[in-house]
């Protein structure tokens, strides 16, 4: 079955970095776009960066643009989120997504605090 494994978060300090990273099981990893969404208590889960399956193509929200850059490595099965200078307003769950058979899977998500 599918299984999608966050991890990397933490508290860091405004200004600070993090890197996340999913770990994929269950299907052709190489074959398919992978996704990072972002849950903020009391807000809707939002699309941070996704991309293709070869690593080619990327895509970011606007408000992670310059700041989050998305890769994966297909051999490794694993898509990472490394993100810079952090904003307290990226304060939320983050969780990475892979859309299998027309169904959307979910990791179990990661927090992410920024904070000083």
């Known amino acids: 079955q599918v299984q999608l494994v966050e991890s990397g978060g933490g508290l860091v300090q405004p200004g600070g970095s993090l890197r996340l990273s999913c770990a994929a099981s269950?299907?052709?990893?190489?074959?398919?776009?992978m996704s990072w969404y972002r849950q903020a208590p009391g807000k809707e889960r939002d699309m941070v960066a996704r991309?293709?399956?070869?690593?080619?193509?990327?895509d970011y929200a606007d408000s992670v643009k310059g700041r989050f850059t998305i890769s994966r490595d297909n051999a490794k099965n694993t898509v990472y989120l490394q993100m810079n200078s952090l904003k307290p307003e990226d304060t939320a769950v983050y969780y990475c997504?892979?859309?299998?058979?027309?169904?959307?899977?979910w990791g179990q998500g990661t927090q992410v605090t920024v904070s000083s």
């Open positions: 997504k892979v859309l299998y058979y027309y169904i959307d899977y």
């Open positions: 991309i293709g399956s070869a690593g080619g193509s990327t």
């Open positions: 269950g299907f052709t990893f190489s074959m398919y776009p």
